[in-house]
């Protein structure tokens, strides 16, 4: 079984390689997904929408250079550096059958 570092590390590689049915196969059905930019979106369709509906790249063309990801309490952070407004920090917050239930972008 994989570990959450691991299962974080593949829903960004997903997301990097825009393998949105792999990426959206990863979450929860009441996956809250939450940035200051989009604001809060709840629920697995909603969330597969806004990712699909994001220009290709993502990232408003920022080349953003991923940390690895690393545990933090129940959850696993990642910090993207190359932004104009500083580090960005994602958690993911799983389930307890390894779905992600919550992702959360914001500046670190």
């Known amino acids: 079984m994989a570990s959450r570092v691991e299962l974080a590390r593949q829903y960004m590689d997903y997301q990097r390689e825009r393998k949105i049915d792999e990426m959206v196969a990863m979450l929860a059905d009441d996956v809250v997904m939450s940035n200051p930019m989009t604001g809060t979106t709840t629920g697995k369709a909603a969330v597969e929408q806004q990712v699909r509906n994001r220009p290709m790249g ?7 250079t991923w940390s690895e990801p690393e545990e933090e309490g129940d959850s696993v952070k990642i910090l993207g550096s190359g932004s104009p407004f500083g580090t960005i920090k994602v958690v993911l917050s799983f389930s307890q059958d390894d779905r992600i239930t919550k992702i959360e972008a914001g500046l670190a």
């Open 58 to 64: 993502g990232g408003g063309g920022m080349q953003l």
